[in-house]
């Protein structure tokens, strides 16, 4: 609470245009590193492209409705690097996902071992880039078992690990987060701490893990923090993200924070380096990010099929122009 008020207070008076004007933006191009996109709509990814986000990852995680079985996994995770990927790829997103047991589900201790046993079967498929998102939520010892087992599964496939830190308890959540890693033998640079905020941010970088902040409406981080973040920290090992799911979030979160940093004052260099460079630096340790990818996946064809089915609904037209109000 002590840090939202004093940067509340340190906004006052500044005077920023809080309109988002895409022109702002115009010519960057943006990768969201934790975006559940199962969850969203095709006006989301409309909206994404238009807004120069050219790449995203989609990390497993929790449904909202807690699994009742092992299948439910299996087709979850078969569905993140088929049918997911496909229907980002109409929209000319290059979608890869981080593939893992959340801490939430790990909680059900029977149904973790399944999933335990199936994972092998998906990390090592392509555009799989790290273990993700594990780590805590409630910091149960059943959560500490699968993540344990799950950074080690990350180091034995050479993979970076993708780290949820609990919103209760952060500081704690997360500092036990990173000493469980060392302990399991991984190197901070192939560990991205995710959900950092002003209290994590310093002893993460100081330890040499990536510190990925979620740009979230109401709770965790707003964008003005964000700003004052990297004004104090720098951009080195620094990355944003949406975490927009099921809930309230915004998919515009890093090309809204992009503007606002630019009209903040922040170096095209820096923005660059939190909003693109640093999570693919960080996430092709996996060797499965190539950029020339991001291109490739521009030439959008909408008429396309994956395993017969198309995004279009029966006899629709691929979309053409967004902006018309005509709806025919
Ligand atoms: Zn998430």
Redesign the pocket.
């Known amino acids: 609470m002590c840090c939202n008020e004093n940067f509340e207070e340190r906004n006052k008076g500044e005077k920023i245009q809080t309109t988002l004007d895409l022109n702002d933006i115009s010519g960057m191009k943006f990768f969201d590193p934790?975006?559940?996109m199962t969850s969203r709509t095709t006006d989301d990814y409309q909206a994404m492209a238009d807004a120069g986000i050219v790449a995203l990852i989609e990390?497993a995680?929790w449904l909202g409705q807690p699994r009742t079985g092992v299948d439910s996994f299996t087709d979850y995770y078969s569905s993140l690097i088929g049918w997911e990927r496909f229907r980002s790829s109409q929209f000319g997103i290059k979608h890869y996902c981080t593939i893992g047991l959340?801490s939430r589900e790990a909680n059900n201790e029977k149904l973790a071992e399944q999933v335990m046993e199936i994972l092998p079967q998906f990390i090592f498929k392509e555009g799989v880039v790290g273990i993700g998102?594990i780590g805590f939520d409630d910091q149960t010892a059943a959560e500490e078992k699968y993540y344990r087992l799950q950074l080690n599964l990350g180091l034995e496939a050479g993979l970076p690990v993708q780290i949820?830190t609990p919103h209760r308890d952060k500081k704690k959540g997360t500092q036990r987060s990173m000493d469980i890693a060392i302990e399991q033998g991984l190197a901070p640079h192939m560990v991205i701490v995710?959900h950092n905020n002003e209290e994590t941010v310093k002893e993460v970088l100081d330890r040499g893990f990536w510190a990925a902040f979620?740009i979230y409406p109401f709770t965790k981080m707003g964008n003005e923090r964000m700003v004052e973040v990297v004004k104090q920290y720098g951009s080195e090992r620094i990355m944003i993200n949406s975490?927009a799911?099921w809930g309230i979030s915004d998919p515009l979160a890093i090309p809204k924070t992009a503007a606002l940093m630019k009209r903040s004052g922040i170096s095209l260099a820096d923005i660059e380096l939190v909003t693109y460079r640093n999570a693919i630096t960080a996430f092709a340790q996996s060797g499965q990010i190539d950029e020339n990818d991001f291109t490739a996946v521009k030439n959008i064809d909408q008429s396309q099929k994956f395993a017969s089915n198309s995004i279009l609904r029966g006899g629709q037209q691929p979309r053409i122009d967004k902006n018309s109000i005509i709806i025919s």
């Open positions: 934790h975006i559940h990390p995680f959340n998102e949820h995710d979620t975490a799911d």
